[in-house]
């Protein structure tokens, strides 16, 4: 069984979780990091925020801030995890960013 790590904030990412329970015919482990918290404009340590282990097979992240988004992909790229953040405009870590 395939683990998938989601990072969403306020539930951005629950339709897509959602048709990956429903159509994915129980080939997937999903857990979900979900991020409520009111957030600064400029997020410098973003480690309050996102976790200093993963242990997954791969991270769908559909966080809105962008200093998050990166830092996630950095952390994935460190890891040796593949990261899929579509419609963003990562520039730094190895994302996969299709267009939405």
Same mark, same amino acid.
């Given at each position: 069984?395939?683990?998938?790590?989601?990072?969403?904030?306020?539930? +951005?990412?629950?339709?897509?979780?959602?048709? /990956?329970?429903?159509?994915?015919?129980?080939?997937?482990?999903?857990?979900?990091?979900?991020?409520?918290?009111?957030?600064?404009?400029?997020?410098?340590?973003?480690?309050?925020?996102?976790?200093?282990?993963?242990?997954?097979?791969?991270?769908?992240?559909?966080?809105?801030?962008?200093?998050? +988004?990166?830092?996630?992909?950095?952390?994935?790229?460190?890891?040796?995890?593949?990261? /899929?953040? +579509?419609?963003?405009? /990562?520039?730094?870590?190895?994302?996969?960013?299709?267009?939405?």
């Amino acid at each position: 069984m395939q683990k998938i790590t989601v990072f969403q904030e306020n539930g +951005s990412g629950n339709s897509k979780i959602a048709g /990956i329970k429903r159509f994915g015919n129980n080939n997937f482990s999903i857990e979900i990091i979900d991020i409520n918290l009111p957030l600064p404009f400029i997020i410098d340590d973003a480690s309050k925020y996102l976790p200093l282990n993963l242990n997954t097979d791969l991270v769908l992240d559909f966080l809105k801030h962008p200093d998050l +988004s990166t830092d996630l992909a950095l952390l994935c790229q460190k890891k040796k995890i593949p990261i /899929i953040a +579509s419609g963003k405009k /990562i520039t730094l870590g190895e994302a996969f960013t299709p267009l939405t």
